[in-house]
Structures are given as C-alpha cells and as structure tokens.
C-alpha cells in the first residue's frame, strides 16, 4: 500500500516490489527456500545468468550503467561508473565482494548471504562475466560463522552443477570463474576496501594511500573492482527486466530498492526492503511499527553508526543517498551556537544514507552516553596507522565518556570539537571520519545535552 503523501515522490510499483529480500523466509511461510540450488531455480534463479552469457560485455555493463545501481556498501558510487575505471588494457582483473560487515547497526549482509547464497552467487558470475574476470574472491567476517557454512556450501552445489569452474558458452567465447570464499578476523577496518584487499593478500589490513585506486591497481597489484553483497544481489534482476526499469523503481540518480536495518526503540525492529525514496517517518511509524509505550523521538542514526545523527525534526527526508548527502567539508565546519552545521549555499548539512543501518532513540535515551559509546568503539577498531585517528579517537572517547558519567570538565564539549576538526581529513582512511562525523553531528543536534553535563560537571 502506498503513502499518498509519499506517491508523489516514489513509483507505485516500489511500494510491492521486493528484489534482494524476495526469497527471504518471512515471505515463505518462514521456509528459507533458496538456500539450495535446487531451491534457488525454482524460483527462477540463474536464468538472469543465462540471458547475461548471451550478451557482449559492453551491453551488460551499459545496462549496469542504465540502472543507477549505486553501491549499497555505503558510499553510493554508481557501480557501472565504477567498473569503466578499470584499465582497457587490463589482462588480468580480480572481482571481490565485501562481506565484512561490521558497521553497527547493519546487519542486511549476514541475512542476503544466510537465505539467498545462490542469489550472491549469481550477481558473482554476472559481474565477473562482465568485467572479464578468471578469479574472484568472497571476504566474508570471520563472526559469520553460520553464514560462511550457507555460502560455502552454495558455492560447492555451484562448483557441482558446472556453474563455477567450468567454461560456459558466450557471446565472448568459452568463460569459466574460479570463486574463493575467504573468512576475516573480525577488524572493522577490513570493511576498507584496500585494508580489506591487504588481508586477502595475508598483509596486515591497514588501509592504502589512494591514488592509485583498486580500480587500477588493487588485489596483487592487478585492476580490482569491490563491491558490496547487496550491490551483486541486485544483478540478475536488472539483468532479467532491464536497467531502464530498475532506474524508473528508484528516484532521482538512485535506481531500484533499498536494504535498511532498522534497530533501537522500536516495535518492530528488523530488516526491510523499501523504495529508495521512503521517509524515515513513514520507515519508523509504519514499516517498524513505531516507538514502544508511546514515548516520543528524540533522533535516529540513519546509515550505521559512522553518520551523523538526525534530530526529531528531520525524519521526513528521503533515505536516498543524495538527499542525505554530507558535504566533504565537514571539517570545515564550526560547532558553536553563533557558527550554524551548514554546507553552505543555505543547505543545512544533514549526512549519509551509509550502510543502511538505522538507529532510532527515543526521549528516554541519554545522548551524551550514546555518542561516547560510538566513540569508544571506532578508538577500539582504529587500525593505529595514522596518528590523528590512533591518537584522537582516543581522546574522543576519553572526554566523551567523563561528560557521559558526571566527570567532564570545563571546556570539554568546545575540546570534542576540536578533536574532532583535527582528525577529519586528515587519515589514509575514512575511520577518521568515521569518529569525527558522528561527533560533530551530536555536539550540533544535541549540543545542550553536553553543555548541561558540563554544567553540572563545574
């Protein structure tokens, strides 16, 4: 059913088309019935495969780029842009697909790997066949014990039934792809694609200095292109009903549906498929059923816990990535009551559609211990290689978490600022902003929470 204040805004079809999720076991009367080979074609999987073999590589990946499929790992890259990054030259190339999720708060992955491992597979062959790509690999975390069983037994019924590691016809001649799974160590920073393109390698994962991307040099210093579970998942549909539809299923740059895990103080936490441009009003009163025993919002965090929060006042925006957009010049940006969180040209700064993870907090949460909680972590997962990360997260959590438990000093919440400026920008990597994002974004939406535990601290 769709919301007439929404229609306007998202195609009809989106309110009832389920992609990714559509094997999912809530939809099969709790039955995972994809899980197997046998169970994954009669619901019509691998003929998307087929259909691919039997088109030029430049066609597929045009109708890649027909899609607006943009990355579902978090960033938002439009994927058939990033594959044209790849050398014209290149005689070897590598495709890997990260699973290390380990953003907090997201957890879409683990369930598309657990119900749909062929569903993966498939996305696999096509961008592999694409791109021309002999080899791939699959980085799964290593806590997805259960998962990486689901996904390591899909890929032997793969292997089985001639699907991987056996040359198939094409419109390109005989193709064949040799598919690795590889389990990490549980590091969030292996998330990275270069740290994560490091571990594979056996190195330690510690991000690369970029330029030169993965793209041009990337796992064994070949052409590399890494892309996200989701991202693979949603292949073989736009493969079977064409990148001009899945473009229309979306709005604005952003084709087809849109993953979210919704967690915290709602009814009905979980995770749901819905149009790119559903609000997160209607994600919080309607799909997850609202907030328990009637209490008021106070904020979410709309894409993992690396995104600036949003207040009460600002759910009614889209979670398309554009429309959450965060400017780069964040660090740029002066929290100070008299200096507005602004990006300039009078657009308030608001943040990222991230990873899809969406925390909701309600009036009862103490914010200030909630931001010292995130500080915590991203100082326990720094990988220690740039000293404003390795050093200032430190900090951050030190001062956060002594204004969180009544110990804060005068000056402290100007101090987190500080910090947070210094370390934005200035890392190999984006687990500096990572900290320093979500640090700003508390100090400008729920600045007097910390004021007044200063206060009380003097």
Not at 120 to 148: D, H, P, T, W
Not at 281 to 306: C, D, F, Q, V, W
Request: net charge neutral; proline share 6%.
């Amino acid at each position: 059913m769709s919301d007439p204040a929404q229609a306007p805004l998202i195609p009809a079809e989106a309110w009832t088309t389920r992609l990714v999720t559509r094997n999912f076991p809530q939809f099969h009367g709790g039955v995972a019935i994809a899980r197997t080979l046998e169970g994954y074609r009669k619901t019509g999987g691998y003929e998307a495969l087929k259909k691919a073999l039997s088109m030029p590589r430049a066609a597929l990946v045009d109708e890649v780029k027909k899609s607006n499929l943009r990355g579902r790992g978090g960033a938002g890259f439009a994927t058939g842009l990033k594959w044209t990054f790849l050398p014209k030259d290149a005689k070897e190339i590598y495709l890997v697909c990260n699973c290390d999720e380990s953003e907090p708060g997201t957890c879409k992955d683990r369930e598309l790997v657990e119900y749909d491992p062929h569903q993966l597979i498939e996305g696999f062959l096509i961008a592999s066949y694409a791109l021309g790509v002999k080899r791939g690999y699959i980085y799964i975390r290593g806590e997805m014990m259960q998962e990486a069983k689901t996904l390591v037994r899909a890929v032997e019924e793969a292997y089985a039934a001639g699907l991987l590691g056996k040359e198939q016809a094409s419109a390109e001649g005989p193709y064949a792809l040799e598919l690795v799974i590889h389990r990490g160590a549980g590091a969030y920073i292996c998330g990275e694609e270069t740290a994560l393109l490091n571990s594979l390698e056996g190195k330690r994962g510690w991000p690369r200095l970029k330029p030169p991307f993965p793209a041009v040099k990337g796992l064994f210093g070949k052409p590399t292109i890494v892309n996200n579970v989701e991202t693979l998942g949603n292949l073989p549909h736009i493969v079977l009903k064409g990148g001009e539809w899945f473009a229309r299923l979306g709005i604005g740059k952003s084709g087809g549906t849109r993953i979210v895990c919704v967690s915290g103080h709602v009814n009905k936490p979980g995770v749901y498929e819905l149009p790119m441009g559903v609000t997160f009003r209607h994600m919080i009163y309607e799909t997850a059923g609202g907030i328990p025993n009637g209490r008021k919002l106070r904020g979410i965090i709309p894409g993992g816990s690396s995104m600036p929060p949003l207040d009460a006042s600002e759910i009614d925006v889209p979670c398309e990535f554009d429309a959450l957009m965060t400017d780069p010049r964040i660090k740029d940006v002066m929290v100070k009551p008299d200096m507005p969180f602004d990006m300039g040209g009078g657009r308030r700064l608001k943040t990222m559609a991230g990873s899809g993870g969406v925390v909701v907090f309600d009036e009862s949460t103490d914010v200030v211990a909630l931001c010292a909680r995130i500080m915590r972590f991203y100082h326990h997962e720094s990988c220690g290689q740039c000293t404003p990360c390795r050093e200032g997260t430190g900090w951050l959590a030190r001062v956060c978490t002594r204004l969180a438990t009544g110990e804060g000093k005068a000056g402290d919440v100007d101090l987190l600022a500080e910090i947070a400026h210094g370390i934005a920008g200035n890392t190999i990597c984006p687990l500096g902003e990572a900290a320093a994002w979500p640090m700003l974004g508390f100090l400008t939406k729920f600045r007097e929470d910390f004021l007044a535990r200063e206060r009380k601290a003097a």
